[in-house]
T-cell receptor, first 113, second 107 residues
Framework: GAGVSQSPRYKVAKRGQDVALRCDPI?????LFWYQQALGQGPEFLTY????????KSGLPSDRFFAERPEGSVSTLKIQRTQQEDSAVYLC???????????FGSGTRLTVV | QKEVEQNSGPLSVPEGAIASLNCTYS??????FFWYRQYSGKSPELIMS????GDKEDGRFTAQLNKASQYVSLLIRDSQPSDSATYLC???????FGKGTRLHILP
């Protein structure tokens, strides 16, 4: 596609529910990032993939968060047993490689009630 | 802990004036620096990248980098109301973001 596509655009989850957020990067983009953005804050790094390899997951806030990119294209961020503090916008970004600027998707706004 | 610091603002600038946005960073080995613009409710949009010391100009935007001082800035000339947004400074290959500076252009 022409841009980075994220789905769903909005997600409301009951506390304790598992959620899965999808990111479809720009075709050919090797690098893929996930960020979490709370209201009024800058995006916080979660994890980074180069092709299918997850090279850095140091930003994942807990073991309830899991990301995968099995075929080096589409990526899924999964959050298990959601908590209220997980409420945020989750942004996906992709690029041809490190040191290039990244193109962001529209994000998924997750609200945990 | 790698940090990127920005004044949160809001920074109010009259229409037509120069807006100056500043950013400092802690990681001395960083090689890549970016400015993103984010409108309310939208995702960040890349507007400038800079990799070497000095100035880089693109239209009304000029990015300035001083690695010795660990400082990067963005100048917006002839500010327009449509420039009103949050400007995010981002540093490094894993792109660590600052919290952003809210810019308001006064008509």
């Amino acid at each position: 596609g022409a841009g980075v596509s994220q789905s769903p655009r909005y997600k409301v989850a009951k506390r304790g529910q598992d959620v899965a957020l999808r990111c479809d990067p720009i075709s050919g983009h090797v690098s893929l990032f996930w960020y979490q953005q709370a209201l009024g804050q800058g995006p916080e790094f979660l994890t980074y993939f180069q092709n299918e390899a997850q090279l850095d997951k140091s930003g994942l806030p807990s073991d309830r968060f899991f990301a995968e990119r099995p075929e080096g294209s589409v990526s899924t961020l999964k959050i298990q047993r959601t908590q209220q503090e997980d409420s945020a916008v989750y942004l996906c970004a992709s690029s041809f490689g490190l040191d290039y600027g990244y193109t962001f998707g529209s994000g998924t706004r997750l609200t945990v009630v | 802990q790698k940090e990127v610091e920005q004044n949160s603002g809001p920074l109010s600038v009259p229409e037509g004036a120069i807006a100056s946005l500043n950013c400092t960073y802690s990681d001395r080995v960083s090689q890549s620096f970016f400015w993103y613009r984010q409108y309310s409710g939208k995702s960040p949009e890349l507007i400038m990248s800079i990799y070497s010391n000095g100035d880089k100009e693109d239209g009304r935007f000029t990015a300035q980098l001083n690695k010795a001082s660990q400082y990067v800035s963005l100048l917006i000339r002839d500010s327009q109301p449509s420039d009103s947004a949050t400007y995010l400074c981002a540093v490094g290959d894993k792109i660590i973001f600052g919290k952003g500076t809210r810019l308001h252009i006064l008509p």
